[in-house]
């Protein structure tokens, strides 16, 4: 089980998942919202975060396709000064939304990212 903590030092944001400093190195290659992670409000530092933590729990396709409404529904409102999320609640999410009738259609109506079958 992994375990992401977000917090706040002076006017920096720093994430860490279990102690070591996550690195957005690996999110900013698949798509470049923001150089720095940020959470709490719908903007590119928060996508950026969203990106980078699903890329740690899941592939790159399905992060692809729910990172945006992982933003929406998880990173937008994290509490500003600190949070703990564990891998097992990203997990939890997305299965909650596999789930929901629709899903695929839903994602498209809201023009959200682009489905293959």
Sequence with gaps: MKIYQ?????SS???????????IKRSL?????AEDFEWGYRGSGPTQLALALMLDVFDEKITSDWYLFFRDDIINELPHDNWVLL???????????????????????????????
């Design 6 to 10: 977000g917090f706040r030092k002076g």
């Design 13 to 23: 944001a720093f994430v860490y998942v279990d102690n070591q400093e996550l690195d």
């Design 87 to 117: 891998d097992l609640q990203i997990k939890e999410w997305l299965d909650k939304q596999l789930q929901k009738p629709d899903s695929r259609d839903e994602n498209l109506d809201n023009g959200y990212g682009t489905w293959w079958v």
């Design 29 to 33: 290659k698949v798509r470049n919202h």
